[in-house]
Every structure is written in C-alpha cells, then in structure tokens.
C-alpha cells in the first residue's frame, strides 16, 4: 500500500514536499533502531504528519493531533505536534527534493524506517546526546548541502519543548515521562 509516484514538484511557498517511501527502499525497522519512546514518538507523529502533506485527503494530521495528546498529555501533545510541525516545515525549506518516509497506515511498511527518517532520527538522537559532529553531518546529507541551521533550530525547539514537558511532569507526578 505505497505509492510509486514521485512528488518532485514544489508547493505553493517553492518547497518540496513528502513522498510516501516505495516498498523495498527501507533500510531498517523501528526495532532495530532501538528507539527509545520520545524518538518513537516522534516518528509516528512526524509519518502521520507526512502522509497528511503527500495526501492531504487522508486527514492524516488529526491522528498526529490525537497521538500526540495520548503519548504528552493535553497540554503537552499540542506543544509537541506544534514543534514537529515546525521542524517539518524548517526540514521542506532546506531540502530540494521530497523527504520519503514510511506509510503508516501500510500494514507491511509501517514497521520500517525510510533513509531520510533515519537521517532524520540521529539528528534528534545526536543532539539529545551532545554528537555534533554526527549531528552536522547528519544535516548536511539530509538537507543536500543546503543551509540546515533553521532546521536543526527547529530540532533544538523540539528537544527543549520535551525536555521542559519532563521537567513540568516530575513536579507534579511521581511517576514522570519516560525520557
């Protein structure tokens, strides 16, 4: 259930968009990944975001909203689908071809990691684990060379609004966000 057609044209603000990945080009799982529960998070919410972009029909952005709220709260689902949304509009303005990620609604593809997601995922893991250089490098393959600083600000933002959600949840529960 994924789509062969590329998606090389540019919307209406000149960025590129998202193409959903073709089956066979994956090169790993979210298992073998190890993703800790932010990082996976992310990445559900950042796929289903996609797919509202590359099929905007699929309303795919009101399944963010809602995992969002279910996996940071009320307040904080919002702050976090925000943040991701940001990243992925700084991400579409420094690249010049489509970011390919996995459909989540594909039962057979759901559970793999295209490239540009796993490029995607260091760089939220290098800089939660101060590896800058993994981190520069990193952005530079997946902005193609392109300026990447207003998206790794937009990574900073993510990574700061969660970081802050945990800080806010050890105050008031004793049981906090798993980091």
Known sequence: M??????????????????????GETNAT??????????????????LMCQSYAHPHSHAWENALLMSKERFGTIGGGVVATAVLELLNALRKSRRTTFKFTNPFCPCCRASVSECEMRLLAIINGKRTAQNQRVQME??????????????????????????????????????LPS
């Open 139 to 176: 952005a530079v393959i997946l902005c193609e060379g392109f300026p990447a600083q207003k998206f790794l600000d937009s990574v900073d933002a993510l990574i700061g609004t969660f970081e802050g959600l945990v800080q806010i949840a050890e105050k008031l529960s004793p049981d906090p």
């Open 2 to 23: 994924t789509s062969t057609k590329q998606n090389n044209e540019r919307d209406q603000e000149g960025c590129f968009t998202f193409t959903v990945e073709k089956k």
């Open 30 to 47: 979210k298992q073998t990944l190890r993703l800790d529960r932010f990082e996976h998070s992310i990445l559900q919410i950042t796929q």
